[in-house]
């Protein structure tokens, strides 16, 4: 379970973050990137020259309705985040996707990814006035189980989409989380 300490924040514009939020973001990035997880960098080993710039145009891309990133915090210390986008274009402005769910490796199992996905299903129906969540996950590495356990529901799957090597092709899954719609007795 996730620590009594286990603070979640978000950040709406890239001045939200500090140095040292900065920093150990990439660390987390990295960390959990060279230990196999799905999170944005699939061959390993990812180092700085990787992680910082990917970071730093995450960063860039924050705004309140269009790109926010969710910390978990332990006391100061980073051990998870999570990235939340939308588009505006009028036909698909209701849903948003779900991006970068990392733990730090050695907090995994404490259920700070669930947390993570908890607080931006309330982010993004309350704050960002989203429906919907769409995600695509690595098939094969229990992430499937993981996102069902939080409500969501397979909607597809590109089959031999992601190429790791020869002869080790994966599926692709596509993944919605239903927001249902806003809480209209929240201010």
């Avoid at 603070?7 to 920093?23: C, K, N, V």
């Avoid at 969501?152 to 249902?180: C, H, N, S």
Wanted: hydrophobic content about 40%.
């Amino acid at each position: 379970m996730a620590s009594d300490s286990l603070r979640l924040a978000q950040a709406t514009t890239a001045r939200d973050i500090t140095p040292d939020q900065r920093r150990a973001l990439i660390d987390c990035w990295i960390d959990v990137s060279n230990a196999g997880g799905a999170a944005g960098f699939p061959f390993p080993p990812v180092g700085r020259r990787d992680a910082t710039p990917a970071l730093d145009a995450i960063l860039e891309s924050l705004a309140p309705q269009t790109c926010r990133l969710l910390m978990a915090l332990d006391g100061e210390d980073l051990v998870g985040w999570l990235t939340i986008r939308r588009d505006t274009f009028p036909l698909i402005a209701h849903w948003g996707t779900l991006h970068h769910l990392q733990t730090r490796t050695d907090r995994r199992r404490q259920g700070i990814g669930a947390a993570l996905v908890k607080e931006a299903h309330t982010v993004a129906r309350d704050e960002m006035g989203l429906e919907q969540l769409h995600l695509a996950v690595r098939a094969g590495v229990g992430l499937e189980n993981f996102y069902e356990r939080l409500g969501g529901k397979e909607i597809g799957r590109w089959r031999g989409a992601l190429r790791f090597g020869p002869g080790d092709d994966r599926d692709e899954v596509l993944m919605l989380l239903d927001l249902g719609p806003k809480d209209m007795t929240r201010p």
